[in-house]
């Protein structure tokens, strides 16, 4: 399976952006998915997961209540979607896309075998 993100870019503290990630080749309508984001100098962290049907979601403490998870499996390919609102500077980082081997994944980064290859958000203040 291949994920391609997209939708990174550089805005203001306070405001908004929307990343994507396209998953094609072997689908992963029956996996969970997820972001991570890796700082400048900080090891991968764990933003949010979504199950396979899109009905159950997890988030970091950090980015709970502030971004939004969602995925849209009715296309050949599937897209995974992160509504990022109340940006802040700390908030940048490379953002990755990630499949699972299972149906409903959190936080374990070993739960993931697949991984797209980041977008940058920028968020000064």
């Known amino acids: 399976v291949q994920l391609q993100a997209s939708g990174g870019g550089s805005v203001q503290a306070g405001g908004s952006l929307r990343l994507s990630c396209a998953a094609s080749?072997?689908?992963?309508?029956?996996?969970?998915m997820a972001w991570f984001r890796q700082a400048p100098g900080k090891g991968r962290e764990f933003v949010g997961s979504?199950?396979?049907?899109?009905?159950?979601?997890?988030?970091a403490d950090s980015v709970k209540g502030r971004f939004t998870i969602s995925r849209d499996n009715a296309k050949n390919t599937i897209y995974l979607y992160l509504q990022m609102d109340g940006l802040k500077p700390e908030d940048t980082a490379v953002y990755y896309c990630?499949?699972?081997?299972?149906?409903?994944?959190?936080?374990?980064?070993?739960?993931?075998?697949?991984w797209g290859q980041g977008t940058l958000v920028t968020v000064s203040s």
């Open positions: 080749g072997r689908t992963l309508s029956n996996n969970a």
């Open positions: 990630a499949g699972s081997r299972r149906s409903y994944s959190g936080s374990d980064p070993s739960d993931y075998n697949s």
């Open positions: 979504i199950n396979w049907t899109g009905g159950s979601t997890y988030y």
